[in-house]
């Protein structure tokens, strides 16, 4: 079955780095996603990982994928105000040959900026 | 380039009521989802349509449905609204399968009183 966790909520000084974790059961997830929601906004993607990789930068951002242990987590380097959201992890379990997969997401954490 | 439009964002229904939402995907994309984000349950996956035709869907009553028209924008309907149907319902479209091309909607805040 499919079961997506994270802890709920996170607060860390500005210029500090945040790591946001995640936890999923389904072992055939072929992606695995970070995205980010602003009050009254949608969600925004981040970055994502393909299942075969370890670890994928994107500028302040880090992946990292243990497989064997099934957890995702992501790093954010030099935390500023702006960084201040809900973080949802997801996951899908297969490419389509076009379109949206049936994305999965965690409980989403709050992280919280102190200046 | 316009993003993905969701109408109306705001809406009070009350008990009983039908409710239908619209979104328009950003242009040339064929597929759209719909997810429902609660407090309690998270966001959870409704259904997803691609020309026209319904290729996915989650674990919701049959009083949630949607349709998909020629020009790709999409609908949901909700009958017989219940107090647990209050929601942020979000809208993504996407133009082929990779993850970079899927983009949501600011969503359309549901309140059932």
């Known amino acids: 079955g499919e079961d997506v966790e994270q802890s709920l909520f996170l607060s860390v000084r500005e210029g500090d780095s945040s790591v946001i974790n995640c936890t999923y059961t389904?072992?055939?997830?072929?992606?695995l996603y970070w995205y980010k929601q602003e009050p009254g906004a949608g969600l925004q993607l981040l970055t994502y990982?393909?299942?075969?990789?370890d670890m994928k930068q994107d500028q302040r951002l880090t992946v990292l994928l243990n497989k064997k242990d099934k957890h995702l987590s992501l790093r954010i380097a030099d935390t500023q105000t702006g960084d201040s959201a809900i973080y949802f992890c997801a996951e899908s379990t297969g490419v389509s040959n076009f379109g949206n997969e049936k994305l999965t997401f965690g409980t989403g954490t709050r992280l919280t900026i102190i200046p | 380039k316009a993003g993905v439009t969701q109408t109306p964002r705001y809406l009070i229904k009350t008990r009983g009521q039908q409710v239908t939402l619209s979104c328009s995907p950003i242009?040339?994309?064929?597929?759209v989802s719909w997810y429902q984000q609660t407090p309690g349950q998270g966001l959870q996956f409704l259904f997803e349509y691609f020309s026209e035709t319904q290729r996915n869907k989650g674990n919701f009553p049959g009083r949630f449905s949607g349709r998909q028209f020629s020009n790709s924008r999409s609908e949901m309907n909700v009958s017989t609204l219940e107090l647990g149907d209050s929601a942020l319902y979000l809208c993504a479209s996407s133009l082929t399968s990779s993850p970079e091309s899927q983009f949501f909607g600011p969503g359309t805040r549901l309140t059932v009183l």
């Open positions: 389904d072992s055939s997830s072929t992606y």
């Open positions: 990982i393909f299942s075969n990789m």
């Open positions: 242009s040339g994309h064929r597929s």
